[in-house]
């Protein structure tokens, strides 16, 4: 076999075994939408958050267990009286962190703003700030999954179906929140 073949077949065989989807060798990630990584799932927290303080605080996480690779989460806290914020993984270019910027999520153009942690680690993408009552909050408990892009990136899909109950939680929790005085 000649050597430019092989190291094709390395390359593809390495992608494979790393479940690294192949977009993300050519500088951009897509996170595939009819087979999202198996190791990704969504998970439900309450806690006291000492950032907010010690204000009690609901999360939903779409990631892998205890590593860094999270693709998108919403929290809200008792502080903030019912608002909440979507987190949601994307190739933010050269833009800065807390640079303004438009993204579509559930086929509405909104304004949001650029997350680059100082610390190198977590989640880089966009955040989208949501009023207490707001639609996108109703859409994450009825569609099937959380469609979105950020202008340079493309479009990525976030499964939902398989989380209603936790959603529903999520909701729930913030919506107590917003009720207390």
């Not at 969504?42 to 999360?59: H, I, L, P, R």
């Not at 050269?94 to 993204?103: D, I, L, M, P, S």
Request: proline share 5%; hydrophobic share 45%.
């Amino acid at each position: 076999m000649p050597l430019h073949r092989i190291s094709t077949v390395t390359l593809l065989l390495m992608l494979f075994i790393a479940q690294v989807p192949l977009a993300q060798s050519a500088g951009k990630t897509v996170q595939k939408t009819d087979a999202p990584n198996p190791s990704y799932v969504w998970q439900y927290f309450t806690f006291e958050d000492a950032q907010a303080g010690n204000s009690e605080t609901a999360q939903l996480v779409f990631a892998i267990p205890e590593t860094d690779a999270i693709e998108g989460a919403v929290t809200c806290s008792a502080l903030a009286k019912g608002k909440a914020r979507l987190d949601l993984s994307a190739n933010v270019g050269h833009a800065e962190n807390g640079a303004k910027a438009k993204a579509i999520v559930f086929g509405k153009t909104t304004a949001v703003t650029v997350l680059i942690p100082e610390s190198g680690e977590g989640l880089v993408g966009f955040s989208v700030p949501l009023a207490a009552g707001d639609p996108i909050m109703g859409k994450l408990a009825s569609q099937a999954s959380l469609v979105y892009s950020l202008k340079g990136d493309g479009i990525r899909k976030i499964p939902l179906s398989r989380a209603k109950a936790l959603i529903k939680k999520f909701i729930s929790a913030c919506d107590g929140f917003a009720a207390k005085e």
